[in-house]
């Protein structure tokens, strides 16, 4: 059997989820003899080719997230979020309490820190959206795996669970995190 393909994506986050991919520590060599990294964060390969699995990092806050988002799912046979910020919205949510004039104007121009500030406007910058969603918001989400970062086990769970053919269902005792 050839190599299981996967690609990630890295959106409204912290990168701390692809740290947490990172802190599988040696049970990395297993996954990476079974497993080939394309487009991510990790390898800076730019496009993304037809994979087997797709990994999400964080939340959907601005216009490219959400096309790059779908440009995943249509080329992915299996979506998988990882962290609160993909599963639920996570932190970049906080912001769904206010407009979005009213975030950027706190950020840019009423910050302590900031002096003769202004919004800005280069075209090159994506719009934010009104609001961060998560991703099973925007398109199919076949399994999810929350936590703040979620730990290196159940990352190692879910895509050993994958590479045996299965799609994961993460245990009980793996969702609890008091
Ligand atoms: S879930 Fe936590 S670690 Fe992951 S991107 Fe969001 S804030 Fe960062």
């Known amino acids: 059997m050839g190599k299981v393909k996967l690609a990630t994506a890295w959106l409204d986050g912290c990168a701390g989820c692809h740290m947490s991919l990172l802190d599988m520590d040696e049970d990395l060599v297993g ?27 964080g939340a959907i806050g601005n216009v490219a997230h959400e096309e790059e988002v779908r440009e995943l799912r249509k080329k992915c046979k299996i979506l998988i979020v990882l962290g609160d910020c993909a599963c639920f919205g996570g932190i970049p949510s906080m912001r769904n309490r206010f407009s979005k004039e009213e975030v950027l104007r706190r950020a840019y121009i009423e910050s302590e820190s ?51 053919g299965r799609i994961p269902v993460l245990p009980g005792e793996m969702m609890r995190f008091d």
Do not use: M
């Open 31 to 57: 996954i990476a003899s079974a497993v080939e990294f394309t487009r991510s964060p990790i390898t800076d390969i730019k496009d993304f080719p037809e994979v087997d699995v797709g990994l999400v990092e």
């Open 114 to 164: 900031t002096k003769d500030g202004k919004i800005p406007s280069s075209p090159e910058i994506p719009p934010l959206l009104e609001q961060a969603l998560p991703v099973g918001a925007v398109v199919k989400v076949d399994c999810f795996v929350p936590g703040c970062p979620p730990n290196a086990r159940a990352i190692k769970y879910a895509l050993t669970e994958l590479l045996q």
